[in-house]
T-cell receptor
Framework: GAVVSQHPSWVICKSGTSVKIECRSLDFQATTMFWYRQFPKQSLMLMATSNEGSKATYEQGVEKDKFLINHASLTLSTLTVTSAHPEDSSFYIC????????????FGPGTRLTVT | AQKITQTQPGMFVQEKEAVTLDCTYDTSDPSYGLFWYKQPSSGEMIFLIYQGSYDQQNATEGRYSLNFQKARKSANLVISASQLGDSAMYFCAMREVDRGQFYFGTGTSLTVIP
């Protein structure tokens, strides 16, 4: 299957600082990438859909000024958590859409963010 | 209304036995895809199997098969010959082609007992 990488795999930062998470599709071009957030023992919550070369589409309730998404190339999307607070601590997962007509998603390994 | 419903929060199965994880879905789109993902404790989401709404036959991938009953809107995952490494969370998901939305269920935690 397709490979999607995420970096870093875990990060600890201080409250008020910004953190950037990278998502790369390693062996295919992904025009669309997704960013999810997952709380312990819960399902994935879609935060935004990232399209290469255009602005991301955010889900209702997700602050676009706080979670900045940039999809600058067909293999790279970044999520920047600005002015992080402890409540932003979570597991963030990106995915890239495959090329089948029904668009299966291949997921990165996730990034565990802890804000102290 | 929930798009994807997984009614089994937790399941146990004896090693080498088969287990069925339930999933029902709700959509009015004629074209959609159904997916199952495995999430071990490490957190990564692993794609297991896919079924298209127009596929005539049930999908199979190794020990995984998808019991697709379109009229009942169910897409149950069957794992044959369970292994200890199968212990994980399993998520059912659906993508509606027209809307382009991707929906996840709440997941089922599977524990394989030696």
């Amino acid at each position: 299957g397709a490979v999607v990488s995420q970096h870093p795999s875990w990060v600890i930062c201080k409250s008020g600082t910004s953190v950037k998470i990278e998502c790369r599709s390693l062996d295919f071009q992904a025009t669309t990438m997704f960013w999810y957030r997952q709380f312990p023992k819960q399902s994935l919550m879609l935060m935004a859909t990232s399209n290469e070369g255009s602005k991301a589409t955010y889900e209702q309730g997700v602050e676009k000024d706080k979670f900045l998404i940039n999809h600058a190339s067909l293999t790279l999307s970044t999520l920047t958590v600005t002015s992080a607070h402890p409540e932003d601590s979570s597991f963030y997962i990106c995915s890239a859409r495959g090329d089948r007509v029904y668009g299966e998603q291949y997921f990165g390994p996730g990034t565990r963010l802890t804000v102290t | 209304a929930q798009k994807i419903t997984q009614t089994q929060p937790g399941m146990f199965v004896q090693e080498k036995e088969a287990v069925t994880l339930d999933c029902t879905y709700d959509t009015s789109d004629p074209s959609y895809g159904l997916f199952w993902y495995k999430q071990p404790s490490s957190g990564e989401m692993i794609f297991l199997i896919y079924q298209g709404s127009y596929d005539q036959q049930n999908a199979t991938e190794g020990r995984y098969s998808l019991n697709f009953q379109k009229a009942r809107k169910s897409a149950n995952l069957v794992i044959s010959a369970s292994q200890l490494g199968d212990s994980a969370m399993y998520f059912c998901a659906m993508r509606e082609v027209d809307r382009g939305q991707f929906y996840f269920g709440t997941g089922t935690s599977l524990t394989v007992i030696p």
